[in-house]
């Protein structure tokens, strides 16, 4: 990974006034430790001097027992640099927002800030995330998991009965997460709650004022989901219309939040990713790798080549199953039901594979630090042979039968349209990113596995709408079985795993690997202390960044188009709330 | 007295039709479309597709709770969305059932030690058939329904059976 | 016979036709769409799952009947009602052979268009007394619908009354002894689209746009009143089938066949022909994608109306010039 220079990052921060200690950490990279005031300024200076980080790959933080370190890792597109920016905060701290410098970090901070108890300064809507009122920051070293003896005895957990009377529409009406003592006036350009003058983001979290005519009309709040049938999950948005026009958004998540990232603190590495396959439920296979990566980058160990090309050959099987679970609901929230059942034909066909290689429908646990949980079967190259040349006919056919039909056309093109700049800004990636004409693949720009050995395009579209998020999904798949092609025709001879201990201790240190998922960069922070367990295990959700981008666009266009656009980001709910 | 006889809560008119609607209440389950979380493609989106196509069975998803008998919980309930589970169970008409689909909904499954996560929907909504997995394959989901189906007509059994020893 | 009793037996006929038309039009949905997408749709239950949709109804009438606490109940109640009342009504003036019509109305193409125009106020009833948003958008935009289609459907009919020089549907249907009205091909489309709109069918299925709302109008609608409802939809689409094999296919008849000689077959042709007409809708149902609402406005306002108005102007001048070469020669 390239990194920037050392001293130009620190006259930079010394010339704004930043007091900084820059060190450079195996696996991790240049790491500025800056202080809890000063974080803000510092990714200021990042984003605006040459260095140009301008892009929130994420936002999150790590309970280091003393303090809360919330990490910043910046990127940078022009200059092809990353960068870690640490502020250790104290407990029940205060987080200033970096929403108006990165508008990325809108979600990244409110889940933060609930899950360690911090409060939340200068955010246009600083309410919880993911659990409810009255939850723990469970992300804090000091709020416990269940113990082997309450999950054991299921009778252990009562169910308080008033707490489950309560309206589900009330969850709307959080406390915000504000410091009570928070100061009101504008201070060192952080804007004081309900008092901010929205600029790139605005009108998704923006009310109508009521009453906009002579004629005194009245708004309607719609509650869709998070039970309905379009919502593609538990994902629930509250749209304020007035008839059918959308006028303010709001996309209220949580609903699946089962604590992945808790829950692998106390996992032995190599089942963490039985966690990871049920984040990201329809590719798993790409979160394991993420995993495994980040584990061997700690481990120093390289997984041989033969493991490598099943990797990369699962991955993009496991793509094309993502993606034609996403492109056939397309349709159906189109309302176009014949692409959904056509596309369901094929994936059967994938998983019948990938349960021949892995053993599992949907939830593989198949890439395991070191290499792969098992060799290739002869039966299966039998079967991905015979589904290539299916697919070849059959993607055709279904990109006939959507694409090409203009009604399709009429409702997707020119809607939701991200600009270059928008999409970087709000921490877009994968296909979403580069349907917006940004030529980003971590395949080809950081090459991980096998991919340097593989010949493969990008599909790329400078449009920007949710048509041309489609079109870029649907190339991907045909690229995507190219590769598959590639990796069995040429696949190596050899061992399909290192020799890595049973159990695994890697040293202390952290570590980030990030892989392309079908919808983005799926990224793994290990904070390793020694022991057979991660000290923190953060998972990077590119869908959480897809949604809060998607959310911003809604207002202006009508319901049927909210349906539409939310779908074209391609959000799936398991990884969002983890 | 006579008309007692032929509608009365014992008569042979009523015992045909309640056998009636039995079989009509097992062969016609519309379940309602709610994933949750991982379970919602295997049990709700393959079970409706190709290969495994429920509605051979008459089993067809409607969205709206109202017109539902069968609400599968497809997925990790945690505090958040059992309020909501709660609701829609609430919303839909007698007679109701629910399937726990997949190691989550019946016991919390992977994540039960995470404290937001509910140990099992039937801590909150009464449940029918369990079916174990992660996540359990349609044919899975296919035998719940089919024991649902049998437990469907073991309880109209066990309640003309009842009915007739009263008569007696 | 008494002429009472022989009104209330057409009546229930017309009743009996319609429920039953009902149940197999929704087995036949779901065995269309089945087919159409790689399935094989009800199997189990019945020969070929043909039982399917009596249990289906059987089962409705069955569950319990909740009505929320927050619904207005005397609309609640009466919605799904004036829903189906309509579209039974539209029954009466359906000409199934020379005789078979229950009342051979001199204005039964006006008398159908005014009944079906009553459905969207049923819809606004239910979609008002739910109180239930999704209901209420589903209903608002079942009325926009209706206010922007009711008129091209009429107009886009009358060059078949021109040609026919009636508004009797039998009489309508006699004129196509020979050559049916489709050879008036922009009448026909039009009469189509606009149709399609009417009876609420995919593409433009927004009163009930499942993944937009949750189930439109007939959200908070359980057992039997949604099965009224669900009814009289797919009633609907009957009819506008119906219609269309009325105005344009030649109803009953076969072509250069004599009249006599297809009498006794007659209502089986008629209805051959409308389940026809139904298979291709049900065909649209399951490939088109659905159109937004200012979409379908605009087709209504923009392209429609012109355009209908158009084609009748045309079609006059064209029978104008028509009967006055043959006057002269």
Same mark, same amino acid.
């Given at each position: ?24 950490? %195996? ?39 003393? %303090? ?5 890792? *910046? ?53 919880? +995330? ?108 509250? *749209? ?115 349960? =021949? ?15 792969? +949980? ?80 593989? =010949? ?24 995507? %079985? ?61 869908? +959480? ?8 666009? +809604? ?5 049927? =188009? ?17 | ?168 | ?233 797919? #009633?609907?689409?009957?009819? !506008? ?7 344009? !296919? ?5 072509? !250069? ?70 006057? #002269?020669?």
């Amino acid at each position: 990974m390239p990194q920037p220079d050392l001293t130009v990052v620190r006259s930079a921060l010394e010339r704004a006034g930043v007091a900084v200690s820059i060190e450079e950490v %195996a696996c991790l990279g240049v790491v500025c430790r800056v202080s809890a005031d000063s974080a803000r300024a510092a990714v200021a200076t990042l984003r605006d001097s040459d260095l140009a980080f301008d892009f929130l790959i994420d936002l999150f933080g790590i309970d280091t027992g003393e %303090a809360i370190d919330v990490v910043y890792h *910046l990127r940078s597109f022009s200059r092809d640099e990353e960068i870690v920016v640490k502020a250790a905060h104290d407990y029940d701290g205060v987080l200033a927002s970096i929403w108006d410098l990165l508008p990325a970090a809108l979600m990244p901070e409110r889940e933060l800030c609930e899950l360690f108890g911090l409060s939340l300064l200068g955010h246009p809507n600083p309410k919880r +995330l993911l659990t409810t009122d009255g939850c723990a920051p469970y992300l804090r070293k000091f709020v416990e998991i269940r113990s082997d003896e309450e999950v054991r005895d299921r009778s252990t957990q009562h169910v308080n009965p008033k707490r489950l009377a309560r309206a589900a529409g009330s969850i709307a009406a959080e406390e915000p997460m504000v410091a009570p003592d928070a100061p009101s006036a504008t201070q060192d350009g952080i804007v004081a709650p309900g008092t901010f003058q929205p600029t790139l983001l605005p009108a998704g979290l923006r009310r109508a004022p009521a009453g906009v005519d002579q004629v005194t009309t009245e708004h309607l709040v719609l509650s869709m989901g998070p039970q309905h049938p379009s919502t593609h999950g538990v994902l629930r948005l509250n *749209l304020e219309i007035d008839g059918e026009e959308v006028v303010g958004a709001e996309a209220i998540i949580g609903y699946l939040h089962r604590g992945i990232e808790k829950l692998a603190e106390s996992r032995r590495y190599h089942t963490i990713g039985t966690l990871l396959d049920r984040g990201d439920y329809l590719a798993g296979i790409h979160s394991e790798l993420a995993l495994a990566l980040a584990t061997e980058k700690l481990l120093e160990v390289e997984s041989p080549r033969r493991a490598n090309y099943l990797r990369v050959m699962l991955g993009e099987l496991n793509r094309i199953a993502s993606h034609i679970t996403w492109y056939g609901p397309a349709g159906l929230d189109a309302g176009a039901m014949g692409p959904f059942l056509y596309t369901f034909r094929d994936r059967e066909l994938l998983l019948d594979i990938l349960e =021949d290689v892995t053993g599992a429908r949907m939830m593989f646990n198949y890439v395991r630090p070191g290499g792969v +949980l098992r060799d290739f079967t002869t039966t299966a190259e039998a079967k991905i042979r015979h589904f290539l040349d299916v697919f070849a006919v059959h993607i055709e056919e279904n990109d006939e039968i959507l694409m090409g039909n203009e009604i399709f056309q009429a409702r997707t093109q020119g809607l939701g349209v991200f600009s270059r700049e928008a999409a970087l800004g709000f921490g877009l990636t994968g296909a979403n990113l580069r349907a917006s004409g940004v030529s980003w693949d971590i395949r080809r720009d950081r090459p991980y596995a096998a991919y340097n050995e593989m =010949d493969f395009d990008i599909p790329l579209s400078e449009v920007g709408d949710v048509y041309a998020r489609t079109a870029v999904r649907l190339d991907e798949m045909r690229q995507a %079985a190219r590769i598959v092609r590639q990796c069995i025709d040429g696949l190596p001879e050899g061992e399909f795993t290192a020799k890595v201990p049973k159990v695994l201790r890697p040293p202390v240190g952290e570590a980030y690997a990030a892989v392309e998922s079908p919808r983005g960069e799926l990224g793994v922070h290990i904070v390793s202390d020694g022991s057979d367990t991660p000290y923190r295990m953060r998972y990077r959700p590119p869908a +959480l960044y897809a949604l809060q981008a998607g959310e911003t666009l +809604l207002p202006g266009g009508l319901i049927a =188009d909210a349906v539409v656009l939310m779908g074209s980001m391609d959000v799936v709910l398991g990884e969002i709330d983890r | 007295m006579a008309l007692d006889r032929l509608t009365g809560e014992h008569s042979a008119v009523f015992i045909r039709s309640e056998q009636l609607f039995d079989v009509a209440r097992r062969k016609s389950l519309w379940y309602m479309a709610f994933g949750i979380a991982c379970c919602a493609i295997e049990g709700l989106m393959h079970a409706s597709g190709p290969r495994y196509d429920f509605d051979r069975l008459g089993v067809f998803f409607r969205a709206s709770p109202r017109q539902s008998d069968v609400m599968i919980v497809a997925g990790t309930v945690n505090w958040k969305m059992a309020e909501t589970v709660k609701r829609l169970y609430d919303e839909m008409p007698e007679p109701k059932y629910v399937i726990a689909m997949g190691a989550c909904a019946c016991t919390g499954g992977p994540f039960r030690e995470y404290p937001n996560v509910v140990m099992g929907v039937d801590k909150v909504v009464p449940v029918d058939v369990y079916i174990p997995g992660c996540p359990p394959r349609p044919e899975s989901v296919q035998y719940g329904f089919i024991q649902l189906m049998s437990k469907i007509q073991a309880q109209t059994g066990e309640r003309l059976a009842s009915a007739r020893s009263d008569s007696r | 016979m008494n002429t009472w009793l022989i009104v209330v037996l057409r009546f229930l006929a017309a009743l009996t036709l319609m429920l039953v038309n009902g149940v197999v039009m929704i087995y036949m949905l779901r065995k269309v769409l089945g087919r159409l997408h790689l399935r094989l749709g009800p199997m189990d239950n019945g020969p070929w799952g043909m039982l399917q949709t009596v249990y289906d109804v059987i089962k409705l009438l069955t569950k319990e009947d909740p009505t929320p606490s927050a619904v207005d109940r005397g609309l609640f109640f009466l919605a799904p009602a004036v829903v189906f009342v309509p579209s039974l009504m539209a029954y009466i003036a359906l000409p199934f052979s020379r005789t078979w019509v229950v009342a051979d109305l001199p204005l039964g193409l006006l008398f159908v268009f005014a009944v079906m125009s009553l459905i969207p106020l049923g819809i606004l009833m239910a979609g008002w007394a739910s109180n239930n948003k999704w209901s209420l958008i589903g209903a608002m935009r079942a009325v926009g619908a209706q206010v922007t289609y009711e008129v091209p459907m009429l107009i886009a009919a009358l060059p078949v009354v021109m040609m026919a020089g009636s508004l009797n549907l039998g009489d309508i249907v006699r004129a196509q002894h020979n050559v049916w009205f489709v050879v008036n091909v922009p009448a026909f489309v039009l009469f189509c689209i606009a149709g399609l709109i009417e009876s609420g069918q995919t593409p433009f299925d927004l009163a009930e746009a499942e993944s937009e709302l949750v189930a439109g109008f007939a959200t908070e609608y359980s057992a039997m009143k949604f099965g009224l409802l669900f009814l009289s939809e797919f #009633s609907n689409t009957f009819i !506008f089938s119906a219609l269309t094999v009325t105005l344009f !296919f030649g109803g009953w008849q076969v072509p !250069f066949v004599p009249a006599d000689v297809v009498q006794p077959i007659a209502p089986v042709v008629f209805m051959l022909k409308t389940y026809i007409g139904i298979f291709f809708l049900m065909a649209i149902r399951g490939t088109l994608p659905r159109v937004r609402v200012d979409q379908m406005l605009e087709l209504g306002w923009k392209f429609l109306l012109p355009t209908s108005i158009a084609w009748l102007l045309i079609t006059g001048l064209i029978m104008k010039i028509g009967s006055t070469l043959a006057v #002269s020669r």
